[in-house]
C-alpha cells in the first residue's frame, strides 16, 4: 500500500503542478491574472534593476567629467533615477507575493478542506475510515506531515517560476555579448538542476514511504498536550515517555529527508566545481574584452552582476523544494477523492427505506470479518422483531457492536443474508436506511457545542424544534441538567464560558440526541451500553423507563448489565460467532444455559455475603 503512495515522483510532480494551475483558474480570473503579474514581476525586475544600474553607473565616468552639468550631468540623474525606481518596484515583490499568497490561500484551502471533508464523508459506510492508507494519503493530502500547505502551491510554484524566467533572460542578456557564454551559461545550469530537482523528488518520495510512521509522531505530540490524555500522563509519569516516543518517530520519519539533504548537500559541492569553471571562463572573457576595450563600462557594469543572476536558470532553491513539497500533497487529495468515491458504489443500493421494518430484520448465516482479521460473526441466524426490544449479550469481543455496525450498514457481511421485511438490506439505500436510526453508541460523540446543539444534532434538519428537545431531554434524564446550565452553554471548558460534563450526564445527553431522532421520525432504537456511565439511581430510572422509551419501536439493546437486559422482550447470547441462545428473560433463566450463568454469576457479587466482599 504504502509502495503506491511513494510511486513515480516525476509524474507526481507534474500532475501536481497541473492541478495548481486548475486550482488558480478556478479561483477566479483575478487572481490568475495577479499571480501572472507575479511571475513577470519576478522574471523581469531584479534583472532589470540590475540592467539599469549598469547603465548608470556606465553614464558615470561623462557625467564627472562635465562635473555633473549639462546633458551627461542629467542623463546620469536620469538613470539613476530609472534604476532607483525598477528597485523599489523590485523590493515590493515581496510583499506583494506575502499579500498574493495569503489571498489565494484564503480562498483555496476553504475548497480543499471543503472536498476533503465531502470525500471523507461521502461513503455510507466506515471501513475507509478504519484503512491505515486512506488516513496515510488524508494527511498528506492536508499537508499536516510535512508543513506545507497545499493551498499554497499556485503563488510558491509562480514565484519559482518567474525566477527560473529570470535566470533565463540573465542568460540571455549574457548572450547578447558573446552568444556562445550564454548558451554555456544556460546549459550548465539546466544540466545542474535535473540531478539536483531529482534528489527532492527522491526526498518527497521517501518521506511519504513514512508517513505512517509520522503519523505516530504527530499522535504523540498531540497526545502531550491535549486535556483528554493529560490525566492518565500526570497518574503514570508519562511526560518524558511521550517525547521520547514523539522524538523517536519523529527522527524515523525524517531519516530519510535528512540523508538526502545531506545527498542535495555533497551533489551541489561536486556541481559547484563545474559551475565555478563556467563562471571563470565568463570573467576571464569579461575582462579580456573590457582590457582590450571590446567593451566599455556600461556593458560591463551590466554583464557582471546579471552573471551569478543566471544561476536561477537552473538551481534549486528553498523556494523551489518547498513549492516541490506543496505540489507534491495535491495528486493526494485527487487521488483520495477518486477512491473515496469508488467506496461510495461498495455499499450500493437504491431501494427506499420508508417505513421499514414492519416485520423484523432477519440474519441468515451471516458471516464477517475485519480486513485481515478472524471472523467475528461465523453464520449467526437472528430475528429482530418490528417494534420489539431485543437485547444482545454476550462476552467482550462476541461481535456485539459488530452486529450493530452491520445492521446499520456502516459495512456488508462477508457472507449470509440481511433482510428487513423480506428484502435484502444490501437493495435499500444505506443512507436512507441509516437515518431510520437512532443510536447511543458505545463511544458516542461528545461535540464542543451547546447542550441544545447536542440534543438537535440528532436531527439537525429540526434544530428549531425546542419543545422536541426539552421532550428528548426530559425522558434521557437531561432536563435538570439543561436548567441548571442553560441550553447554549458549551460542552467544553476549552471554548470561552463553557463546562464540562460528567461522563453520566454526557450519556444522557447522548440518549437524549437519539431520543430526539426518535422524536423526528426513527424507528430503530440501538443502545450500546446505555448505562455504563449512569449512576445507581440513574440506572434504575432508565430502566423505569426502559419501556416507555422503546415502545413502538425496533429497539437492540447491549449491555453487560443484566438489570438493563432483562427488560427486554427477547434477549439473544452470542457466543463463538453465532446465536448461542435466545428467549426472554425467565425462559433462559430456566434453561439453565450461558445466560443463566453469567446472571448468576453478576448477581452473586451483590448478594454476597460480607466476608466474601
Ligand atoms: N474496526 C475494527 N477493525 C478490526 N477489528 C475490529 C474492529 N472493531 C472490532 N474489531 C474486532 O472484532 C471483534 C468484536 O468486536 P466488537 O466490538 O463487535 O465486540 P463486542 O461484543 O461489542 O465487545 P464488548 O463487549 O467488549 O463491547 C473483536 O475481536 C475486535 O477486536
Same mark, same amino acid.
Given at each position: 500500500?504504502?509502495?503506491?503512495?511513494?510511486?513515480?515522483?516525476?509524474?507526481?510532480?507534474?500532475?501536481?503542478?497541473?492541478?495548481?494551475?486548475?486550482?488558480?483558474?478556478?479561483?477566479?480570473?483575478?487572481?490568475?491574472?495577479?499571480?501572472?503579474?507575479?511571475?513577470?514581476?519576478?522574471?523581469?525586475?531584479?534583472?532589470?534593476?540590475?540592467?539599469?544600474?549598469?547603465?548608470?553607473?556606465?553614464?558615470?565616468?561623462?557625467?564627472?567629467?562635465?562635473?555633473?552639468?549639462?546633458?551627461?550631468?542629467?542623463?546620469?540623474?536620469?538613470?539613476?533615477?530609472?534604476?532607483?525606481?525598477?528597485?523599489?518596484?523590485?523590493?515590493?515583490?515581496?510583499?506583494?507575493?506575502?499579500?498574493?499568497?495569503?489571498?489565494?490561500?484564503?480562498?483555496?484551502?476553504?475548497?480543499?478542506?471543503?472536498?476533503?471533508?465531502?470525500?471523507?464523508?461521502?461513503?455510507?459506510?466506515?471501513?475507509?475510515?478504519?484503512?491505515? %492508507?486512506?488516513?496515510?494519503? @488524508?494527511?498528506?493530502?492536508?499537508?499536516? +506531515?510535512? &508543513?506545507? #500547505?497545499? /493551498?499554497?502551491?499556485? *503563488? $510558491?510554484?509562480?514565484?519559482?517560476?518567474?525566477?527560473?524566467?529570470?535566470?533565463?533572460?540573465?542568460?540571455?542578456?549574457?548572450?547578447?555579448?558573446?552568444?556562445?557564454?550564454?548558451?554555456?551559461?544556460?546549459?550548465?545550469?539546466?544540466?545542474?538542476?535535473?540531478?539536483?530537482?531529482?534528489?527532492?523528488?527522491?526526498?518527497?518520495?521517501?518521506?511519504?514511504?513514512?508517513?505512517?510512521?509520522?503519523?505516530?509522531?504527530?499522535?504523540?505530540?498531540?497526545?502531550?498536550?491535549?486535556?483528554?490524555?493529560?490525566?492518565?500522563?500526570?497518574?503514570?509519569?508519562?511526560?518524558?515517555?511521550?517525547?521520547?516516543?514523539?522524538?523517536?518517530?519523529?527522527?524515523?520519519?525524517?531519516?530519510?529527508?535528512? %540523508?538526502?539533504?545531506?545527498? @542535495?548537500?555533497?551533489?551541489?559541492?561536486? +556541481?559547484? &566545481?563545474? #559551475?565555478? /569553471?563556467?563562471?571563470? *571562463? $565568463?570573467?576571464?572573457?569579461?575582462?579580456?574584452?573590457?582590457?582590450?576595450?571590446?567593451?566599455?563600462?556600461?556593458?560591463?557594469?551590466?554583464?557582471?552582476?546579471?552573471?551569478?543572476?543566471?544561476?536561477?536558470?537552473?538551481?534549486?532553491?528553498?523556494?523551489?523544494?518547498?513549492?516541490?513539497?506543496?505540489?507534491?500533497?495535491?495528486?493526494?487529495?485527487?487521488?483520495?477523492?477518486?477512491?473515496?468515491?469508488?467506496?461510495?458504489?461498495?455499499?450500493?443500493?437504491?431501494?427506499?427505506?420508508?417505513?421499514?421494518?414492519?416485520?423484523?430484520?432477519?440474519?441468515?448465516?451471516?458471516?464477517?470479518?475485519?480486513?485481515?482479521?478472524?471472523?467475528?460473526?461465523?453464520?449467526?441466524?437472528?430475528?429482530?422483531?418490528?417494534?420489539?426490544?431485543?437485547?444482545?449479550?454476550?462476552?467482550?469481543?462476541? &461481535?456485539?457492536?459488530?452486529?450493530?455496525?452491520?445492521? $446499520?450498514?456502516?459495512?456488508?457481511?462477508?457472507?449470509?443474508?440481511?433482510?428487513?421485511?423480506?428484502?435484502?438490506?444490501?437493495?435499500?439505500?444505506?443512507?436512507?436506511?441509516?437515518?431510520?436510526?437512532?443510536?447511543?453508541?458505545?463511544?458516542?460523540?461528545?461535540?464542543?457545542?451547546?447542550?441544545?446543539?447536542?440534543?438537535?444534532?440528532?436531527?439537525?434538519?429540526?434544530?428549531?424544534?425546542?419543545?422536541?428537545?426539552?421532550?428528548?431531554?426530559?425522558?434521557?434524564?437531561?432536563?435538570?441538567?439543561?436548567?441548571?446550565?442553560?441550553?447554549?452553554?458549551?460542552?467544553?471548558?476549552?471554548?470561552?464560558?463553557?463546562?464540562?460534563?460528567?461522563?453520566?450526564?454526557?450519556?444522557?445527553?447522548?440518549?437524549?440526541?437519539?431520543?430526539?431522532?426518535?422524536?423526528?421520525?426513527?424507528?430503530?432504537?440501538?443502545?450500546?451500553?446505555?448505562?455504563?456511565?449512569?449512576?445507581?439511581?440513574?440506572?434504575?430510572?432508565?430502566?423505569?423507563?426502559?419501556?416507555?422509551?422503546?415502545?413502538?419501536?425496533?429497539?437492540?439493546?447491549?449491555?453487560?448489565?443484566?438489570?438493563?437486559?432483562?427488560?427486554?422482550?427477547?434477549?439473544?447470547?452470542?457466543?463463538?460467532?453465532?446465536?448461542?441462545?435466545?428467549?426472554?428473560?425467565?425462559?433462559?433463566?430456566?434453561?439453565?444455559?450461558?445466560?443463566?450463568?453469567?446472571?448468576?454469576?453478576?448477581?452473586?457479587?451483590?448478594?454476597?455475603?460480607?466476608?466474601?466482599?
Amino acid at each position: 500500500m504504502i509502495t503506491r503512495l511513494a510511486a513515480l515522483p516525476g509524474r507526481l510532480a507534474e500532475s501536481g503542478r497541473v492541478r495548481a494551475l486548475r486550482m488558480l483558474w478556478g479561483a477566479g480570473k483575478g487572481w490568475t491574472a495577479a499571480v501572472a503579474l507575479l511571475v513577470a514581476a519576478n522574471a523581469v525586475l531584479p534583472n532589470a534593476s540590475l540592467v539599469a544600474l549598469g547603465y548608470a553607473v556606465g553614464r558615470i565616468p561623462a557625467a564627472a567629467a562635465a562635473h555633473l552639468h549639462g546633458a551627461p550631468g542629467r542623463a546620469l540623474a536620469v538613470a539613476l533615477l530609472v534604476a532607483g525606481l525598477v528597485y523599489a518596484a523590485t523590493l515590493l515583490t515581496g510583499p506583494y507575493q506575502e499579500w498574493l499568497s495569503a489571498c489565494v490561500k484564503a480562498r483555496l484551502v476553504d475548497d480543499l478542506q471543503s472536498r476533503l471533508m465531502a470525500a471523507v464523508s461521502g461513503p455510507v459506510g466506515v471501513a475507509h475510515l478504519e484503512d491505515p %492508507e486512506t488516513q496515510n494519503q @488524508l494527511e498528506l493530502a492536508k499537508g499536516r +506531515l510535512t &508543513g506545507h #500547505v497545499p /493551498a499554497d502551491a499556485p *503563488v $510558491a510554484l509562480a514565484s519559482a517560476a518567474g525566477s527560473r524566467l529570470a535566470g533565463i533572460a540573465a542568460c540571455a542578456v549574457l548572450a547578447t555579448f558573446r552568444w556562445w557564454l550564454g548558451l554555456a551559461l544556460l546549459a550548465v545550469w539546466l544540466l545542474i538542476r535535473r540531478p539536483l530537482r531529482k534528489i527532492v523528488l527522491t526526498q518527497i518520495v521517501g518521506f511519504r514511504t513514512k508517513a505512517e510512521v509520522l503519523r505516530r509522531a504527530w499522535y504523540f505530540l498531540y497526545l502531550a498536550i491535549r486535556p483528554t490524555a493529560a490525566k492518565e500522563l500526570r497518574v503514570f509519569g508519562l511526560g518524558d515517555w511521550t517525547i521520547d516516543r514523539y522524538r523517536e518517530h519523529w527522527a524515523r520519519g525524517m531519516a530519510t529527508t535528512r %540523508e538526502s539533504y545531506a545527498r @542535495l548537500g555533497r551533489r551541489a559541492y561536486l +556541481l559547484a &566545481g563545474v #559551475v565555478l /569553471a563556467v563562471y571563470l *571562463v $565568463a570573467c576571464g572573457t569579461l575582462a579580456y574584452a573590457a582590457l582590450h576595450h571590446q567593451i566599455g563600462l556600461r556593458e560591463l557594469s551590466v554583464m557582471l552582476p546579471l552573471l551569478p543572476a543566471t544561476m536561477y536558470a537552473g538551481t534549486v532553491t528553498t523556494g523551489d523544494i518547498s513549492a516541490e513539497w506543496m505540489v507534491s500533497a495535491l495528486p493526494d487529495q485527487a487521488a483520495l477523492e477518486t477512491r473515496l468515491h469508488a467506496a461510495r458504489a461498495e455499499l450500493s443500493g437504491g431501494r427506499d427505506a420508508a417505513g421499514l421494518p414492519e416485520r423484523g430484520i432477519r440474519l441468515e448465516g451471516v458471516r464477517f470479518a475485519y480486513p485481515g482479521g478472524e471472523p467475528v460473526l461465523d453464520g449467526l441466524d437472528l430475528d429482530v422483531p418490528a417494534g420489539r426490544s431485543t437485547a444482545i449479550v454476550g462476552v467482550n469481543g462476541a &461481535g456485539k457492536t459488530t452486529l450493530v455496525k452491520l445492521l $446499520a450498514r456502516m459495512h456488508d457481511p462477508t457472507g449470509g443474508t440481511i433482510t428487513v421485511d423480506g428484502v435484502p438490506l444490501r437493495d435499500l439505500d444505506p443512507a436512507r436506511w441509516q437515518r431510520r436510526f437512532a443510536a447511543v453508541f458505545q463511544d458516542f460523540n461528545r461535540y464542543p457545542l451547546t447542550l441544545g446543539e447536542n440534543i438537535a444534532l440528532g436531527a439537525v434538519e429540526h434544530a428549531a424544534d425546542e419543545d422536541g428537545r426539552a421532550r428528548a431531554a426530559e425522558r434521557a434524564g437531561a432536563l435538570a441538567l439543561a436548567e441548571e446550565i442553560g441550553w447554549d452553554t458549551v460542552l467544553s471548558r476549552q471554548y470561552a464560558g463553557g463546562t464540562n460534563l460528567s461522563g453520566g450526564q454526557w450519556q444522557r445527553v447522548a440518549l437524549a440526541r437519539a431520543l430526539f431522532a426518535v422524536e423526528h421520525g426513527a424507528k430503530l432504537l440501538v443502545l450500546d451500553e446505555p448505562t455504563a456511565w449512569l449512576d445507581v439511581r440513574a440506572e434504575a430510572a432508565f430502566f423505569d423507563r426502559f419501556l416507555d422509551l422503546t415502545r413502538g419501536l425496533t429497539s437492540i439493546v447491549i449491555s453487560h448489565r443484566f438489570s438493563t437486559v432483562r427488560r427486554a422482550d427477547r434477549i439473544c447470547v452470542l457466543d463463538g460467532g453465532r446465536l448461542a441462545e435466545q428467549g426472554s428473560h425467565d425462559e433462559l433463566m430456566a434453561a439453565g444455559g450461558i445466560y443463566a450463568e453469567m446472571f448468576r454469576l453478576q448477581a452473586a457479587r451483590f448478594h454476597a455475603p460480607e466476608e466474601d466482599a
